[in-house]
């Protein structure tokens, strides 16, 4: 083959730090659509960016060009960077370490972007904790619970 094609359809979550300060809803907004620049930017399309004050859900075709943990990484360091200038609440602010990253099929494309569009409503009854040891489960990802939260 002459061309290289692809489209990865990728469900990206990560977490604040545990001493962090949380994101505030009003600021919540910005910080998605700032995430979308950063995800084009990679050469990649947000689908959908949503979260609580703890944590961010990203739906997004990723590029063929990148690895997903460099993907992550450039996420994580260009919004940590640009939440600390864009208001001094968030001069301490930062993302936990690790993430997890789920495969999507097209057949599930519309059940994810509805699951990560109504995350306020999911963790009424369900902790971040909780819902991040599903998908772990769901995909049958081994991990080692001592190490999900470290800091």
Not at 78 to 88: A, E, I, Q
Not at 107 to 123: A, D, G, P, R, V
Not at 137 to 147: D, G, V
């Amino acid at each position: 083959m002459s061309q290289s094609l692809s489209k990865l359809y990728i469900h990206i979550v990560f977490h604040i730090k545990n001493h962090s300060c949380v994101i505030r809803d009003n600021d919540k907004a910005a910080l998605f659509a700032y995430i979308g620049s950063i995800i084009k930017d990679n050469e990649s399309s947000p689908i959908i960016i949503n979260g609580t004050g703890n944590h961010v859900h990203i739906f997004c075709i990723m590029s063929k060009n990148i690895s997903l943990s460099k993907f992550v990484e450039e996420i994580k360091r260009h919004s940590s960077r640009w939440l600390k200038v864009f208001n001094v609440y968030y001069k301490t602010f930062a993302w936990q370490g690790g993430y997890g990253g789920f495969s999507v099929s097209p057949s599930l494309f519309n059940k994810t972007k509805q699951y990560i569009s109504n995350q306020e409503c999911h963790h009424q009854k369900l902790t971040i904790a909780d819902e991040y040891l599903l998908f772990l489960k769901e995909y049958e990802i081994e991990f080692n619970e001592k190490y999900l939260w470290a800091e």
